[in-house]
C-alpha cells in the first residue's frame, strides 16, 4: 500500500451541479481540486470521524464527516475501489469505511433528521435523501408546512426550485412549535442573507467597473453589501473564489477584482467579476465598527480597530481577513514598456491582458481568468490588418478558444519567452525566428512594404520544395552553397518589386500635378527602356553538382524526421543547420570528398558537352532577341521622327491649335490687302 491514493473524475455536488475533479487520499489530509473552478477542499487526516461507503447516482459515493460539523460527499468511484480504500483509511486513518444502504422504495413518509449541514429523509432508517443546508436561499412556514427554496446555478439544466415538508400535528399546543423548531434548525445553518447588526465599516462612493457604477460597499461579518442608486447585491463570502490586486498601465490606477462563484445575478446578466476601480493618490482613515478586543480576537492582528493609507490597499487588506483567501498579483513578467500587462483587444472592446504566475486574467470588458492546468495550447498568429501586430489565441481543454489581437510586434519577445518558461504548448514554434529576428530591421518601416509573414510562408514553400525533389531542384537551384539553417529569398525579385511599386506611386502622383504631355513623354521613355532578360537555363546540358551540406541533408532526412515525428519542413531545416554545425571534421571532411568528386564529375562533363557543340542553340537565341530587339527601337525611333516632321518639321514644339490660328490669321491678312488695292 501506497503512501497516497488519487482518482480522476470524481465528483462533487456544488448548488445541485456535479462538478468533476481530482481526489487524493494522503496520510496527512484529503485534497479535492475541482477542475471547473479550481478550488482546493483539503481535510486534515486528524478531522475525520465518519467514513461512509454507498451507492449513488454515478456508481459508489463516499461521505466524509469531520469533527468541526462539515460534511464533504464525493461521487464517481467503481466496486473495485472500496477494498484499496478501505485499507488505506485502516492503515493510515485508524478507522472503518462502513458501508450504508440507501433506501429505494421512494415512499414519502419518512423523518426529518438534522446532522449538523445536512437535512437528511430517512424511511424505515434508510436515508432516501439529503439535502445539503447551505444550498438553502428561503425558509417560510404554514399553518403545517415548511417550504424550502434553493439557490439556482446557471450551470444545471434543470434545477430544483424547492422541497415542502408536511409537519404533522401531535397534539393542538405543539403543532406550531414543531414547525417554528423544523424552521429555525433550517436557518441555522442555512445560507440565507440577513442583514443583522451593525456592519464591520462602509466605503463610501466606490467606483466599479462591473457592475458599473458607483456603489456604497458595507462590509458584514459574512457577506457584503452592494449598495448603489439603482441595484443592491449581496454577496456572501463562501462565493468568492479568488482576489487580484492589479496596476493599471499607466502606473496611476490599481484594478481590485474579486472572482465570484456562483456569480450575481441581475435579470438574465451574470457578473462572475466584481472589478473595483482606484486612483493610487486617493487615502482614507478607517475605524471599524468593532471593539478592540474582539477585532484581535476575530482578526488575529490582520487588521487594527483603526487604519489610514491609500483607499486599495484598506479595502485590499479587509477582504483579505474577511474572506481569508490570498490575494494575487502580477509576477515577474514586464512589457516592452516595462509595465506588467499588455494592452489588447478582447471581442472588439480594448483592454489588458495579465499574465499571472498560474494563469491569464483580462481586465475588463469581458473578464477573463484562464488557469494555465486549463489551457490546452496557445497560438502567436499574424494580425488581421497589420503587420505591426499580431493575435495571442488560447485553446482551453474544453475546446473554448480565446483571441487576443492588436498587440504591438514589440511586445511578441516577452510573451514568447514568458509562455515558454512556463512550459506552455506551443502551436507555432518557428513562428519567433521569423519575427523576432525582422523587428529591427523593419522597425521603422511601414506597414505596406514589408510583410514579414508573406516573406515567412515564401521561405516554407521552397524548402518544401526541396524535400520533394532532393535530387533533381535542388541541385539546379543557386541556393545549394547557401549556409545551412538560413531561408533564402529572392532579393533580387523583391528590389525590382519594391522599385515597380515606387513608380507607380509616382506617377499616380505626377498624373495629380503634371500636365498630360509630360505623363505621355514619360510613359514612351518607359516603354522603351530595355527589361533585363532572365538567364535561361540549358535543359541538355549536365546539371550542377551539390555542396556537401546539401549531399549529407539528403541522407539524413528522413532519420530526422522519425527521431523528430510531427516536425515542421521549417524547423527540419533549422535542426539540420544545428547538427551539421555539431559534425566533427572527420565527419565533414567525408562529405567534402564527396562533394569535390561530384565537382570534378561536372566540369568534365560540361567540357564534353561544349565541345561536342552543346549551349549553341541558347546563344543563337539569344543573339536574335538582340538583333529583333534593336531593329524594334529603330523602329521606333524612325516612327518618332515622322511624327515631329508631321507636327511641322521645326526642333521647337507647336501643337495643332496653334497652326490652325496662325494659318487662319495669315489667311486673313492676305484677303483684307487685297480689297484695299481695288478700293485704290
Known sequence: MGDTLEFNEIYQEVKGSWNDGRLRFSKQNVVYKSNKTGKVDSIPAGELNLAQWRRVCLGHGIKLGTSTGHVYKYDGFRDTDFEKISEFFKANYKMELTEKDMCVKGWNWGTAKFSGPLLSFDVNDNTAFEIPLSNVSQCATGKNEVTLEFHQNDDTEVSLMEVRFYVPPSQADERQESVEAFAQNVLSKADVIQATGD??????????????????????????HLHGKTFDYKIPYTTVLRLFLLPHKDQRQMFFVISLDPPIKQGQTRYHFLILLFSKEEDINLTLNMNEDDVERRFEGKLNKNMSGSLYEVVSRVMKALVNRKITVPGNFQGHSGAQCITCSY???????????????????????????????????????????????????????????????EE????????????????????????????????????????????????????????????????????????????????????SDSSDEGDDS??????????????????????????????????????????????????????????????????????????????????????????????????????????????????????????????????????GGDKDKERGGNDSFKSKEFIETSESSSDSDHKSKSKRKKVR
Open 506 to 639: 509616382e506617377d499616380e502622383s505626377s498624373k495629380k500635378k503634371k500636365p498630360k504631355k509630360v505623363v505621355k513623354e514619360k510613359k514612351e521613355r518607359k516603354e522603351r527602356k530595355p527589361r533585363k532578360e532572365k538567364k535561361q537555363k540549358d535543359a541538355g546540358g549536365p546539371k550542377r553538382p551539390m555542396s556537401a551540406y546539401m549531399l549529407w541533408l539528403n541522407s539524413s532526412r528522413e532519420r530526422i524526421k522519425s527521431e523528430n515525428p510531427g516536425i515542421s519542413i521549417t524547423e527540419i531545416s533549422k535542426k539540420a543547420g544545428e547538427m551539421w554545425r555539431q559534425l566533427g571534421k572527420d565527419e565533414k571532411e567525408e562529405w567534402e570528398t564527396k562533394a569535390g568528386e561530384a565537382k570534378r564529375l561536372y566540369d568534365k562533363a560540361k567540357k564534353e558537352y561544349k565541345e561536342s557543340g552543346g549551349g549553341s542553340t541558347t546563344s543563337t537565341k539569344k543573339e536574335s532577341k538582340k538583333s529583333t530587339s534593336k531593329k524594334e527601337e529603330k523602329k521606333r525611333k524612325s516612327a
Open 347 to 409: 471581442k472588439a472592446s480594448s483592454g489588458l491582458l495579465y499574465p499571472l504566475e498560474r494563469g491569464f486574467i483580462y481586465v475588463h470588458k469581458p473578464p477573463v481568468h484562464l488557469r494555465f492546468e486549463e489551457i490546452s495550447c496557445v497560438n502567436f498568429a499574424r494580425g488581421t490588418t497589420t503587420t505591426r501586430s499580431f493575435d495571442f489565441e488560447i485553446e482551453t481543454k474544453q475546446g473554448n478558444q480565446y483571441t487576443f489581437s492588436s498587440i504591438e510586434r
Open 199 to 224: 456592519a464591520v465599516c462602509i466605503f463610501k462612493e466606490l467606483q466599479c467597473l462591473t457592475p458599473r457604477g458607483r456603489y456604497d460597499i458595507r462590509i458584514y461579518p459574512t457577506f457584503l
Open 412 to 495: 511578441y519577445g516577452k510573451l514568447f519567452d514568458f509562455v515558454n518558461a512556463k512550459k506552455l504548448n506551443i502551436k507555432n514554434r518557428g513562428f519567433k525566428e521569423g519575427m523576432k529576428g525582422k523587428n529591427d530591421e523593419y522597425s521603422d518601416s511601414d506597414e505596406d512594404q514589408h510583410d514579414a509573414y508573406l516573406e515567412r510562408m515564401k521561405a516554407e514553400g521552397k524548402i518544401r520544395e526541396e524535400g520533394n525533389d532532393s535530387d533533381e531542384s535542388d541541385a539546379e537551384s543557386g541556393e545549394l552553397d547557401s549556409e545551412p539553417g538560413e531561408q533564402q529569398y529572392d532579393s533580387n525579385a523583391s528590389a
